[in-house]
Nanobody, 123 residues
Framework: QVQLAESGGGLVHAGGSMRLSCAAS????????MGWYRQAPGKQRELVAT???????NYTDSVKGRFTISKDNAKNTVYLQMNSLKPEDTAVYYC?????????????????WGQGTQVTVSS
């Protein structure tokens, strides 16, 4: 069993900053791509940023220059530093990871999601 646990959401004023964390746990053998997604009320879930095993990053246009994704391989943790936050960044933020883990009967691959953390940016 593997799971992702997010932390760091909350309420912030426009222009402020916030840092999200997401830690993967379980009998993890390797972590490949990790990413952050968000879902605003009445909208579909959208990609925010991804980071590959080798550290290559990708961002949706609306957050480029404001958000930074990073990871700590030793801790199997991905971070999202969010600066210059805007009210339109308000959403539930989810992390996702492509994992290989040992289940006891062999190696398995999974792409679990975190439970989500609410980020609210007030104007």
């Amino acid at each position: 069993q593997v799971q992702l646990a997010e932390s760091g959401g909350g309420l912030v004023h426009a222009g402020g900053s916030m840092r999200l964390s997401c830690a993967a746990s379980g009998n993890i053998v390797s972590v490949n791509d990790m990413g952050w997604y968000r879902q605003a009320p009445g909208k579909q879930r959208e990609l925010v940023a991804t980071i590959t095993k080798t550290g290559n990053t990708n961002y949706t246009d609306s957050v480029k220059g404001r958000f930074t994704i990073s990871k700590d391989n030793a801790k199997n943790t991905v971070y999202l530093q969010m600066n210059s936050l805007k009210p339109e960044d308000t959403a539930v933020y989810y992390c996702n990871a492509h994992l290989t883990y040992y289940s006891g009967s062999g190696y398995r691959r999974r792409e679990p999601w975190g439970q989500g953390t609410q980020v609210t940016v007030s104007s």
